[in-house]
């Protein structure tokens, strides 16, 4: 992970070089250290993008998240679906992810409803940026 604070592609490489033998508990930060690459990282984003649908949440959760922090065009539109998963963490991210955008208000108001209570709490902040815009 220490790989991806130093950022750039060549970090970027050097954490994707890794992927391929890495066992699935450390996947997430992994996945935390492609998003530190920064923006407009073509490979990070290539590499983040299915993880998306993966089966495990954790995954699922670093990827949405990392894919905010390099800029993917569509994470927002990825982040409305997943306000709907069955698991919690990953409603959360995708909120943290809405966070301040106007064009989110009706998914941020839908996760209001959420039965759990962090994911209500920052919906509402994020519903409250999005509003100041």
Known sequence: ?????????????????????????????????????????????????????????????????ALARVHHPQVAEAAARLVKHEDAGVRRAAVSVLDGQPAAVTVLEGALLDGEPTVVSLARAALAAARAV
């Open 1 to 65: 992970e220490a790989l991806g604070l130093v950022g750039g592609r060549v970090a970027l490489r050097a954490v994707l070089s890794c992927a391929a033998g890495v066992d699935a508990a450390e996947l997430p930060a992994l996945i935390t250290a492609v998003g530190r690459a920064g923006p407009a990282q073509r490979e990070a984003r290539e590499f983040l993008w299915p993880l998306l649908s993966s089966a495990d949440p954790r995954v699922c959760e670093a990827a949405v998240l």
